[in-house]
């Protein structure tokens, strides 16, 4: 199947003003010829009648786009048919397509599956081309587009290639200390070059629970007594009737989620159930939830108001952020650290501006966090290890040092950040070996 041709309609729902059913493999031209069309100039768009091979009756007119491999996005031939997005056109080519021998419809992901498999993106462009394709918020639309172009790429490259220089002296002189051309080992600059290397992998590792909020949205709980207002504060944000909003105690009973885009920041807000002792099972369910809810949340928002007695009386929740709310404000004139609103009047923008500042603190040096995933902190604590091994080893710097040991680990760390990008490059190290030392003249 790797040897196939696959052709997918690029483009959105039909009918839409134009169509791109988008080819790659081997037989590009062919097709090209199939529908009679000249071969367009590489890398151009040429308007053209686009005629059915059965019947030599124009199927439709349309601009096609034609650029070979491997300075493609697949690295493959890519072929583009430009045409008006009718259903009716776009299954006829479809049809015609997929009827040449050698020739499918692709399969989900398959054009950036090929352009990873022919080294045209690594693993990490992948993520950020998935997570630009979904983004929803400006501030993921950076955060993708920083990992798609290859900003943690050339960061992790850089950090590989001092790893590899200082492995392949390492290697050089356990193997060949015998050798004229082969120097002595400086074992503190080694240490101090991978010391640095130590440091700014700690530095991303520490940017990634903000990476994760920007890619999964900034998790807002409410909380409070029974008839606080946490269900007017969301209908007020989101300026929705999301939530059910009633005089009556306990309505709210199981954890709602509701998503907004606070100035380019992606916030999820969760209402929960009143925090009371509640007298029906199905309340108590939603109270227990709602303890529950507050520990997986990046901000908590304990919800007061003047006229429900006692709730400014919170719980004590370890470890979490809280900041306190006091609704209806109109009830009363008092005023103290808190933020003080009044979600019926609409009168909301102080909240905003505090989730907004809290989302903000966790913004990793004011910047684009490029790690953003379980997989990639699992990638940088593991190759972190092998590095503070080494980095042990070598400042001990004695004559009982395990040099060899060193190197294994040198080598570990260097395989997980490969890891990180999907690849794997054994030969890397022997090669910069020859290189600088010119053994094996």
Known sequence: MVNDTIAALATGDLPSGIAIIRISGPKCKYILNIFSIKSPVRRKLTLCNIVDPETGQIIDQGMVFYTSGPKSFTGEDIVELHVHGSVAVVQKMLDVI???????????G?????????GRLNLSEIDGLGDLLQAETEGQ????????????????????????????????????????DVAGLDLQSMALDLKKIAEEIKFRIEGFKFGRIVRKGFRVGLLGLPNVGKSSIIN????????????????????????????????????SAGIREAASKAEREGVRRSLEMAASCDLLLWVSAEDVAHSEQ??????????????????SSSADNAVNICALKGEIEALECRIALEYDKLSHSGGVSLISRERDVMALR?????????????????????????????????????????????EDVLDRVFAGFCIGK
């Open 98 to 108: 997929s009827s040449i021998k050698g020739v499918r419809l692709a399969q989900a």
């Open 110 to 118: 398959e054009f950036s599956r090929r352009a990873f498999e022919n």
């Open 141 to 180: 639309r950076q955060q993708a587009i920083a990992r798609y172009n290859g900003g943690l790429t050339q960061i992790v490259d850089g950090w590989r290639k001092v790893l590899i220089q200082n492995l392949s002296v390492l290697e050089a002189f356990l193997d060949f200390s015998d050798e004229e």
């Open 236 to 271: 007020a944000l989101t300026r929705l009737n999301r939530a059910i909003v009633t005089d009556e105690q306990g309505t709210t009973r199981d954890i709602q989620e509701v998503q907004l885009d606070l100035g380019g920041r992606l916030v999820l807000l969760l209402d």
């Open 314 to 331: 919170r719980p004590d929740f370890e470890d979490c952020n809280v900041v306190h709310v006091r609704n209806k404000v109109d009830l």
């Open 382 to 426: 593991d190759g972190l290890e092998g590095l503070v091994r080494v980095i042990a080893k070598l400042d001990e710097a004695g004559p009982g040092v395990d040099l060899e040991l060193a190197a294994e680990d040198l080598r570990h760390c260097i395989f997980s950040l490969q890891r990180l990008l999907g690849r794997v490059d054994a």
